[in-house]
């Protein structure tokens, strides 16, 4: 059951009903929203009438969820989220294009790269330092000194940073020097990470599973909004099916989907989508139109120099150049995108 307090409920007094669901047995859940609270008790719905939260003056409503994923719902949110990723607003009118190479390399590689991302009009730079990568033998990212590298890089250009964590060891590292933690297809359904990155109240996107249902990637985010951290932002990268011209196969069906049942953005990954340089700009403006809130696209500043996923990196130059063929579909779908910082700013930043 959920329970919408009012728009002046005190955290005091939020506090208090959470104490009476959970000394009751029940499982208390915490989320505060920017417009107003809500809280969850998980468990026996009697026990919970036996409460009588209605009567409490701070309770505006109290309502029964009928989806399995309950905190990532419409049910309990019907407006959209938006998350402060850094200084970039992400989610509902907000257009958020994140852009970088897959692997950070090297200092040099990355600003240059950066530099041209954001010239373009990009406001997140993205860049592993832990590589899920198939083989054992092949580049496995630069690990902590990649995240300082992506720490400095970010402060040079202004850019807000997101890498991927790989393990809850390097939790704190990935938390202190990036702004958005990344959590990769291939650990969607890590459960011990997804409940690590929920105590934490970084943005975090949540990449889908290769072969996972919608239901379980909601589920997935559910966790981590259930664990405490409700900056949650879905990411649909293709999924493995029997077709094998593509590395993936983008599943629009899904953007949409999850746009109707879930207040939570939705990135679009057309680079691990497709796997194919060519089809990036394709599957990008078919993303927008069909209501993501952002993209997350590979940009090289030599793709072929690219120590991973060479062949769906863009160079900046056509990076820069679908930014701008974008421009048109992010307008048609209603969304705002920040303006192109004028040239003498760039050399500035
Ligand atoms: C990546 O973003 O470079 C990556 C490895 O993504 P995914 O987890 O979607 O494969
Ligand atoms: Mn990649």
Redesign the pocket.
């Known amino acids: 059951m959920i329970i919408i307090l009012k728009a002046d409920t005190s955290e005091a007094d939020a506090k208090e009903i959470l104490a009476q669901i959970e000394q009751s047995g029940l499982q208390p859940l915490h989320m505060p929203g920017v417009e107003r609270t809500v809280l969850g008790a998980l468990g026996d719905e009697r026990v919970l009438q036996s409460l009588h939260l209605e009567n409490h003056p701070q309770v505006e409503a109290i309502k029964p969820v009928l989806s399995k994923y309950k905190l990532v719902s419409r049910e309990i949110y019907p407006q959209d989220t938006v998350i402060q990723l850094g200084k970039t607003p992400v989610g509902s009118q907000q257009f958020t294009i994140m852009g970088g190479p897959?692997?950070i390399e090297s200092e040099e590689q990355l600003l240059e790269t950066a530099q041209q991302v954001k010239a373009a009009g990009a406001t997140v730079l993205?860049g592993?330092a832990f590589?899920?990568r198939t083989s054992p033998y092949s580049f496995q990212g630069l690990g902590v000194a990649g995240l300082k590298i992506m720490q400095q890089v970010g402060q040079e250009t202004r850019l807000d940073t997101i890498t991927?964590l790989m393990d809850i060891k390097d939790l704190d590292d990935v938390a202190r020097y990036t702004s958005a933690i990344?959590v990769?297809?291939?650990?969607m359904q890590n459960y011990s990470l997804l409940k690590a990155v929920g105590e934490t109240q970084k943005p975090i996107l949540l990449?889908?599973g290769?072969s996972a249902t919608i239901e379980e990637l909601l589920l997935a985010a559910e966790y981590i909004v259930a664990t405490g951290n409700p900056n949650v932002m879905i990411?649909e990268?293709?999924i493995r099916t029997f077709e094998t011209a593509t590395r993936n196969t983008l599943d629009l069906n899904a953007v949409a989907y999850i746009k109707e049942k879930s207040h939570l953005p939705v990135i679009v990954?057309p680079?691990?989508g497709t796997g194919v340089r060519t089809l990036v700009g394709p599957m990008a403006k078919a993303g927008v139109a069909c209501g993501a809130d952002g993209l997350?696209i590979?940009c090289h500043r030599n793709p072929r120099e690219s120590v991973?996923?060479a062949a769906q990196a863009l160079s900046p130059t056509d990076f820069s150049e679908l930014v701008q063929q974008l421009r048109p579909f992010i307008e048609a779908s209603g969304r705002t995108f920040i303006p192109l910082p004028d040239a003498d700013q760039l050399g500035a930043s």
């Not at 990769?184 to 650990?187: K, Q």
């Open positions: 897959c692997a993205r592993g590589k899920p991927e990344q990769g297809a291939r650990n990449k889908r290769l990411c990268r293709g990954d680079s691990h997350i590979e991973s996923d």
